[in-house]
């Protein structure tokens, strides 16, 4: 093979290696917006688990009311 036909060979592989990388960057660009699509969702849904964690929290602290009015944990019920 002279040096021309090497040349035209090599630039043709090139060429082929160039449509091959760019093919892989389209593959890399979809799935790093599925995975950042999916990272903020897990990120919505940690917000969300802390909200109601918080609000669980704090209905475990208010004291359960007796004939309509609040009191002071463990004085809900008047001794018999």
Do not use: F, W
Request: charged share 30%; net charge positive.
């Amino acid at each position: 093979m002279d040096k021309k036909e090497e040349l035209k060979s090599l630039e043709s592989e090139k060429a082929q290696m160039i449509a091959r990388y760019m093919s892989l960057q389209d593959q890399a660009d979809s799935v790093n917006g599925q995975i950042y699509k999916t990272c903020c969702g897990v990120e919505a849904l940690n917000v969300k688990i802390e909200t109601l964690k918080s609000e669980m929290r704090k209905a475990a602290l208010k004291p359960a009311p007796v004939n309509g009015k609040s009191h002071p944990p463990g004085l809900g019920k008047s001794p018999s």
